[in-house]
């Protein structure tokens, strides 16, 4: 099993940022992927950004450029700063951690509770 906590969501205005953080324990293995999902109201739950364990990061098109994940300090960490933000950022973000064997098949997927970020125009 493993155990994921958010932190730092809220609100902020539009153009401002906001970083947020994910601390995870128990079970992970060295061949693990960690990343960021949002669920707006209304809609299915979408890919933000993840990063493998080897620090190698992807991005939804419609956050290029503005947020920037990373893994900083211990593997077990994981952080999403989100800069330039927008009405339509808003959502509930998840934290999500999955394992993998060595062929990068997935062995597990893990979700943190969410974290509330809300964009006023």
């Known amino acids: 099993q493993v155990q994921l906590v958010e932190s730092g969501g809220g609100v902020v205005q539009s153009g401002g940022s906001l970083r947020l953080s994910c601390a995870a324990s128990?079970?992970?293995?060295?061949?693990?992927?960690m990343g960021w999902y949002r669920q707006a109201l209304g809609k299915q739950r979408e890919l933000v950004a993840i990063?493998?364990?080897?620090?190698?990061?992807t991005y939804d098109d419609s956050v290029k450029g503005r947020f920037t994940i990373s893994r900083p300090g211990t593997e077990d960490t994981l952080q999403l700063q989100m800069n330039s933000l927008k009405p339509e950022d808003t959502a509930v973000y998840y934290c999500?951690?999955?394992?993998?064997?060595?062929?990068?098949?997935?062995?597990?997927?893990?979700w943190g509770q969410g974290t509330q970020v809300t964009v006023s125009s």
């Open positions: 128990g079970n992970i293995m060295n061949n693990n992927i």
């Open positions: 999500n951690a999955r394992n993998q064997d060595p062929r990068n098949k997935p062995l597990d997927y893990f």
């Open positions: 990063i493998t364990s080897y620090k190698y990061p």
